[in-house]
């Protein structure tokens, strides 16, 4: 099930009424987390009182972002909220400012998709503490070994130190530090360190692909990799080996980066098919434009967000068609099974069907897509 704007009543039922939704809705009203599109720097321009409180008590009871008065303990941060997912809820539009990661109303996904989705059904992406329970089929990661329900940052997570297990130790300090959209990231530390994934190289989008095209889209950062073994740091595809290492590292019957493939190869470079191969024509034959929808990942941050890749597009020195995890995942959750960025059983070879060499498997595979 998809949600629709309007769907409020259906949408308190499945994520059993939570309160936090109804929260958002009202504090994006009164305006208390609308900071502009593109904003340099969190709260910018806002007072500490509209995010912290130093007691947690106003008249002796609990403070909240929205003004009311339900009782919690106090959040970590002093925050007048005790996790992550209350701010990032809310309905995504050209000006919120904020990336909302659970929008039940706009339609308007993100780059990590919409965690709305596993609401629907468990396998259309990553289960967090917070939003669902635990997956009903996956007690554990595929292709990997952690068995706890995964939060937003830390240990269990994705964002931030990665060994620190407190949610908000994990990113301390990330927000006030956020640089505007755009910015290349070099992994260096937290504050350079793409969305906040320690370590992790790129460059942001500054609306977080609530607007894409050719141009304007995440460069995400890949390497090509020759032998199984060659170092991923700093690759998006490496953060997610950490929790689905054999996807990542065991693609090969041997060590090598080549054919025969017993796993899809990601860090795996499409400049290094031949130049007649049928990868030569994603995003166009000859054109090559980038296609947001099935990203490809570059080996040089400094070539910046690229509109093209193999040489077609200005700044482009090669090394920029790899595939990655995430040319086919979102990586928060999708509309679709296995949290794909398209419906796979839509996927058929050789049909009458044209996806017209952009879409799904046919933006690389372009040959299969044919009669
Ligand atoms: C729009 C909301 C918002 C506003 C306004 C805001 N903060 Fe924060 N602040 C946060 C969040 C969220 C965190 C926790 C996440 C993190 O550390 O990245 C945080 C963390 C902090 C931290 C701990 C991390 C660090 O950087 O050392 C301090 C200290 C802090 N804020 C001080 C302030 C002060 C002082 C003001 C006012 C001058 C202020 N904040 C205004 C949201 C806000
Ligand atoms: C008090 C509200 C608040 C809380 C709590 C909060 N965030 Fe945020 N977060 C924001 C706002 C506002 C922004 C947009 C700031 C910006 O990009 O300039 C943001 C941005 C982000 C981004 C995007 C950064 C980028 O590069 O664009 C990530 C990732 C993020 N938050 C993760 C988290 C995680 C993880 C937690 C919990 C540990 C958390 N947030 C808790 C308000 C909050
Ligand atoms: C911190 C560990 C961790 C990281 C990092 C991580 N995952 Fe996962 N992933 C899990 C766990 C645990 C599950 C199974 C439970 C669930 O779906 O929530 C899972 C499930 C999945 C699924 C199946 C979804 C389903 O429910 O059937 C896909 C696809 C997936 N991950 C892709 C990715 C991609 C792509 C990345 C990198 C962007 C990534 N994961 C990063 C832990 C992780
Ligand atoms: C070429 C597209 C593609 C790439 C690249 C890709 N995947 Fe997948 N992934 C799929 C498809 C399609 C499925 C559905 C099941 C299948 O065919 O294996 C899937 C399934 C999964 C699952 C669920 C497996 C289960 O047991 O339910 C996980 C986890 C996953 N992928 C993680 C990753 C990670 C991590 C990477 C990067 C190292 C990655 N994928 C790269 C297409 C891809
Ligand atoms: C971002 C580009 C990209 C996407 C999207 C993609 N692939 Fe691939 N795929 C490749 C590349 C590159 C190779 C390895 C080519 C080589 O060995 O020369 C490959 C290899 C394969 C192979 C093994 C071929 C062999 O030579 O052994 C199969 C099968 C395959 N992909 C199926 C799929 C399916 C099904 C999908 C959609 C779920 C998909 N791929 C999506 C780029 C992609």
Redesign the pocket.
């Known amino acids: 099930m998809q949600y629709k704007k309007g769907d409020c009543e259906e949408m308190k039922k499945t994520i059993n009424g939570r309160i936090l939704y109804l929260a958002l809705i009202s504090y994006s009203a009164v305006g208390l987390l609308v900071p502009t599109a593109g904003q340099a720097r969190m709260g910018e321009n806002q007072p500490c009182s509209n995010c912290h409180t130093m007691h947690n008590s106003q008249n002796n009871a609990s403070m909240n972002m929205d003004g009311s008065t339900t009782s919690h303990a106090p959040g970590a941060a002093l925050l007048m909220e005790t996790g992550c997912v209350a701010c990032h809820t809310g309905v995504n539009t050209a000006s919120s400012g904020i990336p909302y990661v659970l929008d039940s109303t706009s339609g308007d996904d993100l780059a990590g998709g919409n965690f709305t989705y596993v609401a629907a059904a468990d396998a259309n992406g990553h289960n967090i503490v917070g939003i669902d329970g635990v997956d009903g089929a996956l007690g554990t990661a595929p292709g990997g070994s952690m068995t706890t329900q995964l939060t937003c940052a830390g240990t269990m997570g994705c964002h931030g130190d990665r060994l620190e297990a407190d949610q908000f130790g994990a990113i301390s300090g990330a927000h006030h530090g956020v640089s505007s959209g755009g910015a290349t990231m070099s992994g260096a530390d937290l504050n350079n360190s793409y969305r906040m994934l320690l370590g992790v190289q790129g460059i942001e989008d500054a609306d977080w692909e609530k607007s894409t095209s050719a141009t304007d889209h995440n460069q995400y950062y890949g390497v090509a990799r020759n032998a199984e073994g060659d170092s991923t740091t700093g690759t998006i595809s490496a953060l997610c080996a950490a929790c689905h290492g054999d996807f990542h590292g065991d693609v090969n019957a041997g060590t090598t980066m080549?054919?025969?493939?017993i796993r899809?190869?990601t860090d795996?470079d499409?400049d290094d098919?031949a130049a007649d191969?049928e990868?030569r024509s994603?995003g166009g034959a000859g054109v090559n434009a980038y296609v947001p929808g099935?990203p490809?990942a570059s080996s040089d941050m400094s070539d910046g967000v690229l509109s093209a890749v193999f040489g077609a597009g200005a700044g482009d020195v090669g090394t920029d068609a790899i595939?990655t995890c995430v040319?086919?995942h979102r990586v928060h959750a999708s509309e679709f099974a296995d949290m794909l960025r398209w419906q796979?059983s839509g996927?058929v070879a050789h049909g009458t069907a044209s996806n017209d060499n952009v879409a799904?498997?046919f933006?690389?595979?372009t040959t299969k897509d044919d009669i």
């Open positions: 080549s054919n025969p493939w899809h190869p795996f499409m098919t191969s990868y994603y099935v490809v595939v040319s086919c796979y996927m799904g498997c933006a690389c595979h």
